[in-house]
Nanobody, 119 residues
């Protein structure tokens, strides 16, 4: 199972970025997919999550109304649309997914993508 993020970068406050995460793994499905972030000197925190079946989503209070998580199940892709970005959103953003094949569960992290918001 492998997760590869893309879409990070440098943006001014108030701007937008869209992160993507490509999930792969022969025979695996990815029901539970999430975005985390980790700022310098801080613990990694959950930003948003989405479940495959009904598309149920959850967000950290700090990003509600600004970020939108979505997925394309046919392509095993996860997205995070980030609008109205703030300097405090600066962090490395990680994709997380649980790959499932039969009774096997593979929790997996991506390598991370840097998001920097300048004031």
């Amino acid at each position: 199972v492998q997760l590869v993020e893309s879409g990070g970068g440098l943006v001014q406050a108030g701007g937008s970025l869209r992160l993507s995460c490509a999930a792969s793994g022969s025979g695996f499905s990815f029901n539970d997919m999430r975005w985390y972030r980790q700022a310098p000197g801080k613990q990694r925190e959950l930003v948003a999550s989405i479940i495959s079946g009904g598309g149920s989503t959850n967000y950290a209070d700090s990003v509600k109304g600004r970020f939108t998580i979505s997925r394309d199940n046919a392509k095993n892709m996860l997205y995070l649309q980030m609008n109205s970005l703030k300097p405090e959103d600066t962090a490395v953003y990680y994709c997380y997914a649980v790959g499932t094949r039969g009774n096997v569960r593979y929790p997996t992290w991506g390598q991370g993508t840097q998001v920097t918001v300048s004031s």
